[in-house]
């Protein structure tokens, strides 16, 4: 594989391809996870971007027929080819994939962006809620976002709690449009 990985840092992404091609057809068995990702990685530096589907989906296919977690790293190459191919579906299932074995911020409040994307905003609402009650929601714009989805949703007075504390804390600016939008969602409520 070093020569593979020389390749790879080289840019040579269709030798890092044909070296793997050729070691698989000596090589008897089955062909290793690690050998896809490669492939994956070289075809998606060439803007191959099917192919680095295939290879990829393929590797986490194999750990998971092992009863293994693919490495985080492949699901967020696996969530970079879906976006190059405008599949914002398949971007959901794999953030809902990194949210649940991963588990970290960023996942959940992306997952919320995406479900809102694909027009599942009650689903955007409850991941973003799920992430601000974990901690998770500590950008203005993304506390701004759920103090919109919870007006949107009929909730005005979370949005006036969230929003208020928020511009108490310092997260969100004191100005005029961040407190009439506060002064609206108390209005509603």
Same mark, same amino acid.
């Given at each position: ?26 090589? *008897? +068995?089955? $062909?290793? &996870? ?7 990685? %070289?075809? #998606?530096?060439?803007? /191959?971007?099917? !192919? ?13 027929? *092992? +009863?293994? $977690?693919? &490495? ?7 969530? %970079?080819? #879906?976006?190059?191919? /405008?599949?914002? !579906? ?100």
């Amino acid at each position: 594989f070093s020569l593979a990985q020389l390749h790879m840092m080289q840019g040579n992404y269709d030798s890092v391809i044909e070296f793997l091609d050729r070691w698989e057809k000596v090589e *008897e +068995g089955i $062909v290793p &996870a690690k050998n896809y990702l490669l492939k994956a990685q %070289a075809n #998606y530096q060439g803007k /191959k971007f099917a !192919e680095a589907l295939a290879n990829i989906s393929k590797a986490i296919k194999l750990e998971a027929d *092992e +009863g293994k $977690v693919a &490495a985080e790293s492949w699901y967020i190459l696996q969530r %970079a080819v #879906y976006y190059e191919m /405008k599949q914002p !579906e398949k971007v959901v299932e794999v953030l809902e994939q990194l949210v649940k074995h991963y588990n970290k911020p960023e996942y959940w409040v992306q997952l919320g962006s995406m479900y809102g994307e694909v027009g599942k905003e009650k689903h955007q609402l409850a991941v973003m809620e799920a992430a601000y009650q974990q901690g998770y929601v500590t950008k203005a714009s993304d506390i701004k976002n759920l103090s919109q989805l919870y007006v949107f949703h009929g909730a005005p007075v979370k949005a006036g709690n969230v929003l208020e504390k928020a511009i108490a804390g310092g997260v969100v600016k004191s100005n005029e449009k961040n407190f009439e939008f506060l002064s609206q969602a108390w209005v509603m409520a």
